[in-house]
């Protein structure tokens, strides 16, 4: 069962535009919600996370907004250029005792054209 | 400072081959985890480790052992491989901070299972 659902699968857009990759998720308990950056070839990266106690994170062009309610979160990329050409993951953390566990969502494929 | 490296980059078995994929960090991370990257389906998480001696399931653990006899090692065996276990699996490592628990992802490991 997949507990993170990311949307759209691929997105396309002009230099400059802004592109907003939604996610949604079914565990109450999930307690961190960080977004990771996938060039081909190469490991995810941390873009920028937040915590369910916030609703908004900026950090440079990347905003994430978090709706608690509505069990949804969001990423929004100003002004985006070629290079953010990228796949991206929204990601959900369930924390137990010691143990932390992400859940992944599938992944959108940005591609920002010149 | 290498960060998360694993070993081999690319790897072709055959059916019922058994096969070890190596993954060291030097980042003194007490957390490590093991994912599988399929088309669609995100990135999953296969066998995580809380510290060394300490492993436990993730998601999709079947056909996976894994051991962690050092903080810095934690080497993912397939038993016997199958058509299915055809993926990029990546390591990941982290400090397992209860507030941002940033995931250091290594360059993944591309395998093919004929």
């Known amino acids: 069962q997949q507990q993170v659902k990311q949307s759209p699968q691929s997105l396309i857009v002009q230099k400059g535009g802004i592109p907003i990759i939604n996610c949604a998720y079914e565990?109450?308990?999930?307690?961190?919600f960080p977004w990771y950056q996938q060039f081909p070839g190469k490991g995810p990266a941390l873009l920028i996370a937040?915590?369910?106690?916030?609703s908004e994170k900026k950090e440079g062009r990347f905003t994430i907004s978090f709706n608690k309610s509505a069990k949804q979160f969001s990423l929004h990329i100003m002004d985006s250029q070629p290079g953010d050409s990228a796949t991206y993951f929204c990601a959900a953390r369930f924390s137990s005792g010691s143990a932390r566990q992400l859940t992944f969502g599938s992944g959108t494929q940005l591609t920002v054209l010149p | 400072n290498a960060g998360v490296t694993q070993t081999p980059k690319f790897q072709v078995l055959k059916t019922g081959q058994s096969m070890t994929l190596q993954c060291a960090q030097d980042?003194?991370?007490?957390?490590m985890s093991w994912y599988r990257q399929d088309p669609g389906m995100g990135l999953r998480l296969i066998h995580y480790s809380v510290g060394a001696g300490i492993t436990d399931q993730g998601e999709v653990p079947n056909g996976y052992n894994v051991s962690r006899s050092t903080t810095e090692d934690f080497p993912l065996r397939l038993l016997s491989a199958a058509p299915s276990q055809t993926s990029v699996y990546f390591c990941?490592?982290?400090?397992?901070?209860?507030?941002?628990?940033?995931?250091?992802f290594g360059p993944g490991t591309r395998l093919t299972v004929l």
């Open positions: 990941a490592s982290s400090f397992g901070d209860s507030s941002t628990d940033t995931q250091y």
């Open positions: 565990n109450t308990a999930f307690d961190y």
């Open positions: 980042m003194n991370h007490e957390y």
């Open positions: 937040i915590r369910p106690d916030v």
